[in-house]
């Protein structure tokens, strides 16, 4: 019988297909395999039995990969199995950006009186807001998230503009014909109106977007962060919103520094959170892993 052990709950379909399939699940210190969710993982979690990790979901960074690497241990994640979840929430976000909608739900629940809807049409002009039609959106990172946040975007009427060092042109071209390429990244940064970032977090994208890219923006740019926070230097665009260098900012990751701004969206790490989502990457997880442990084949399934 295989074992494995879970750290945190992924949706209830993969463990199902673990018990169907007789798996033993978190009944010994000596699992085969790891499978989890955002739980951060510790060296110390990482027996010597342990031949593989899945994640269900795409970044790694809870895990010590390196420690992993190191003993062996092959490390697999679901990408592309939550990103339409997380491309529908960047699509919503940037819709957000331009239309006061949160605004206007919450006034409108303030309203008394038997004229509330005269109330309403009086007061409407304080929640105008602009259209994404014709503006210029940059898509920093091409994988499965960006490429299908470019195409969509195109689809509401936005120029879409993309940049990523690790996409060849023609992998792109196939991706999106409507995505213009950026000559490099500093492209992105001075010509476009809304700004988002779909790279993974390592040492090279750590505050990739900090006060010198931040400084190159548009005033009225409108950057957003669905990656992981580190990625972009929170500090650096407080002080640019703050100074009216950049128009605002919308993030899926809490930091204190950022809450309570006018010009600041934080969403409490939302972006994968849809039913279809967790679905989709406990059962991609469940097979990769179930298959490796199986056939020592390596390849996501
Ligand atoms: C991911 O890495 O898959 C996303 O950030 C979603 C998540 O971890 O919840």
């Not at 390196?66 to 491309?87: Q, R, S």
């Amino acid at each position: 019988m295989h074992q494995i052990k879970t750290f945190n709950a992924i949706a209830p379909e993969g463990m199902e297909r673990l018990e169907k399939e007789k798996y033993a699940i978190n009944e010994s210190d000596q699992p085969e395999g790891i499978i989890l969710r955002s739980k951060k993982l510790q060296e110390t979690d990482l027996p010597d039995s342990v031949l593989g990790i899945a994640r269900a979901g795409t970044g790694v960074n809870n895990i010590p990969v390196d420690a992993c690497t190191e003993k062996g241990i092959v490390v697999f994640n679901t990408p592309g199995a939550n990103a339409n979840a997380v491309k529908e929430l960047v699509l919503t976000s940037l819709l957000m950006s331009v239309r006061p909608v949160v605004q206007g739900i919450n006034w409108a629940q303030e309203l008394t009186g038997p004229d509330i809807s005269e109330q309403a049409e009086a007061h409407k002009k304080q929640f105008a807001g602009r259209e994404l039609e014709g503006k210029k959106l940059g898509v920093i990172g091409l994988g499965s998230i960006g490429a299908m946040v470019a195409n969509d975007a195109y689809r509401l009427g936005m120029e879409v503009m993309g940049y990523d060092p690790y996409v060849s042109v023609d992998t792109a071209w196939s991706i999106s014909r409507r995505v213009q390429r950026a000559q490099d990244i500093s492209e992105i940064f001075t010509t476009c109106d809304f700004i988002t970032v779909h790279v993974p977090l390592q040492e090279k994208t750590f505050h990739l977007i900090g006060q010198k890219e931040i400084a190159m923006m548009k005033n009225s740019a409108h950057l957003l962060n669905f990656s992981r926070s580190e990625i972009v230097d929170n500090h650096a665009v407080v002080e640019a919103i703050n100074n009216n260098e950049l128009a605002g900012f919308t993030t899926d990751f809490a930091d204190e520094q950022l809450l309570h701004h006018d010009h600041i969206t934080v969403l409490p790490h939302l972006g994968a959170s849809t039913e279809e989502a967790e679905t989709n990457s406990a059962k991609m997880a469940v097979r990769t892993l179930k298959r490796f442990i199986e056939t020592g084949v390596i390849k996501r399934s």
